[in-house]
């Protein structure tokens, strides 16, 4: 595993590969050479660190792609590099066929689902593919076992309070996880998911078409997974976010019209003030938010670390005080069946936390 120095080091390198190659400051096209000429001087250890890494961050194909184009500072590495990238070209067509075979089998028997979080990192599309339906459970494993041939994994606790099913699809490496009806760690937010599919839009890649959710709805799911479930951010998520920053892409008085109800929107204005440090910090293109983000969130990147994996978020005072804001705006509103699941929370975490220091497997509890 790689030590936390290591993990610091990959991850400012990954950092300012992707954020310097996506923006238009002048002064970044000369980070972006330095960091290039750097990596021509790994060793093939070094460089296989690198690539394993930026898998680790839902980066890989983004950086061999970096990589490919980059034929002055990295010509050394041109062979190894492109058949990397040719691999794992192959491997995403393959998944997007199945991916659209399981969706068109949903969709035959009158079940609307949409990918969610999967696509958000698209050409990279992580190690399973998460659906998202309104439809009852019991018909989704119905379709899932039968018309697919899949197999229903075990639940955890976790994931049967979240609502979430897990398959395994004949044809199809990664695992296939569907959420219904409801969205968080311990199934929370019903109210978010209820406009999730009447607000989507359509996405094609490679020639297939697939329902995904609105860049705010989008902004959203990954706050409620990195800043009240996980508590670490990936490098993905703040290059994704960055991306849709620069293009303007996001309705800010809709965003926060959708989640300050539901008591995320501190989350997500923490969330977005941290993409806008760390696009500052590598000298990207200034990202413009809506000084009401900046006001309402609660900490800044320097309140974040790098460990060996990821970019963490402090559980003290940080997450918890998330949690607090949550679990007290979800008491205000007196919506009582949220704050029941809500206050599971602290209880399953713990029993995670006894799981791995026994097992070193949280997997049947979180």
């Known amino acids: 595993m790689t030590n936390r120095k290591s993990g610091v080091r990959l991850f400012d390198s990954l950092a300012a590969l992707h954020l310097a190659a996506?923006?238009?400051?002048?002064g970044c096209a000369d980070r972006l050479h330095a960091v290039l000429r750097t990596?021509?001087?790994?060793?093939?250890?070094?460089?296989?660190?690198?690539?394993?890494?930026?898998?680790?961050?839902?980066?890989?194909?983004?950086?061999?792609?970096?990589?490919?184009?980059?034929?002055?500072?990295?010509?050394?590495r041109?062979?190894?590099?492109?058949?990397?990238?040719?691999?794992?070209?192959?491997?995403?067509?393959?998944?997007?066929?199945q991916w659209s075979r399981i969706v068109a089998a949903l969709e035959g028997y009158g079940i609307s689902v949409m990918v969610i979080k999967t696509l958000d990192h698209w050409p990279d599309i992580g190690s399973d593919l998460d659906l998202f339906t309104m439809a009852?459970?019991?018909?989704?494993?119905?379709?899932?076992?039968?018309?697919?041939?899949?197999?229903?994994?075990?639940?955890?606790?976790?994931?049967?309070?979240?609502?979430k099913?897990?398959?395994?699809?004949?044809?199809?490496?990664?695992?296939?996880?569907?959420?219904?009806?409801?969205?968080?760690?311990?199934?929370?937010?019903?109210?978010?998911?209820l406009h999730l599919?009447?607000?989507?839009?359509?996405?094609?890649?490679?020639?297939q078409s697939f329902r995904v959710p609105s860049p705010e709805h989008q902004i959203a799911i990954v706050a409620l997974q990195r800043m009240y479930r996980h508590f670490y951010i990936r490098l993905t998520d703040i290059v994704n976010l960055a991306k849709l920053l620069r293009e303007s892409a996001v309705d800010f008085q809709r965003l926060r019209q959708i989640t300050e109800p539901i008591a995320l929107w501190p989350g997500i204005a923490t969330l977005l003030q941290i993409v806008c440090d760390y696009s500052e910090t590598y000298g990207a293109t200034p990202l413009t938010v809506p000084a009401d983000v900046h006001a309402a969130a609660c900490f800044t990147e320097g309140s974040t670390y790098v460990d060996q994996q990821f970019l963490r978020i402090p559980m003290m005072p940080q997450a918890t005080g998330l949690y607090c804001r949550q679990w007290g705006k979800t008491a205000v509103s007196r919506n009582f069946r949220?704050?029941?699941?809500?206050?599971?929370?602290?209880?399953?975490?713990?029993?995670a936390m006894v799981s791995f220091r026994l097992t070193g497997n949280d997997k049947g509890i979180w």
């Open 22 to 26: 996506a923006s238009q400051e002048a």
């Open 39 to 76: 990596i021509h001087e790994m060793t093939d250890a070094q460089l296989e660190e690198l690539l394993s890494f930026a898998e680790l961050q839902r980066v890989q194909v983004r950086t061999l792609t970096i990589l490919a184009n980059a034929a002055a500072e990295c010509e050394g």
């Open 78 to 97: 041109r062979d190894l590099v492109e058949q990397r990238l040719s691999q794992e070209l192959a491997q995403m067509q393959n998944a997007v066929l």
């Open 136 to 163: 009852p459970a019991g018909e989704i494993c119905r379709v899932m076992t039968g018309s697919l041939g899949a197999k229903i994994l075990p639940q955890s606790w976790g994931d049967r309070l979240a609502c």
């Open 165 to 193: 099913w897990n398959f395994k699809v004949p044809g199809l490496p990664q695992p296939v996880e569907i959420h219904v009806q409801r969205l968080g760690q311990t199934g929370e937010q019903r109210s978010l998911p």
């Open 197 to 207: 599919l009447e607000s989507s839009v359509r996405r094609e890649v490679y020639g």
């Open 338 to 351: 949220s704050l029941s699941r809500l206050t599971l929370l602290p209880l399953l975490a713990a029993a």
